[in-house]
């Protein structure tokens, strides 16, 4: 028995229907597997705000920077001033460390100034921090 408008047209909707259908289950799995990603995008990002904060110092010419973010995706940080401006409460991970090689890192007063900038820039406590020399002149 044929349907009327099941032609050679209805099947083409029904086909197409089921691709979308699919694309959709399949495009759920694989976005799960690819939301480890966005940390280390965050981290990197971060990393390079740090970076550019550092070698806007006078006496740092050089540096590498290393942080490390909170692997539990449900907390959420409370971000404060700084390079993001205002108060605000956010669901981005919250930095768990951070350290800064730096030229001019062995001079102690440089040491304390890089390490309370980053505190105040990131919200962070300077226990977290670690700045150390670069030997690279």
């Known amino acids: 028995m044929k349907l009327p408008g099941w032609g050679r047209n209805g099947w083409i909707l029904v086909l197409l229907a089921a691709m979308g259908i699919l694309l959709f289950v399949l495009g759920g ?6 939301r480890g ?24 010419r050089e540096a590498d920077v290393f942080l490390t973010l909170c692997e539990d995706p449900e907390v959420k940080a409370a971000v404060s001033g700084g390079m993001f401006g205002g108060e605000k409460t956010s669901s981005v991970p919250a930095v768990r460390g951070i350290a800064v090689v730096c030229t001019g890192g062995d001079s102690p007063t440089l040491r304390e100034t890089v390490t309370r900038l980053i505190s105040a820039a990131l919200g962070i406590p300077t226990n977290r921090i670690r700045v150390e020399g670069s030997e690279r002149k």
């Open 29 to 34: 799995v694989l976005g799960k597997e690819n």
């Open 37 to 60: 990603t966005a940390g280390s995008d965050y981290a990197g990002y971060l990393e390079d705000r740090v970076r550019e904060l550092c070698m806007s110092i006078d006496g740092v």
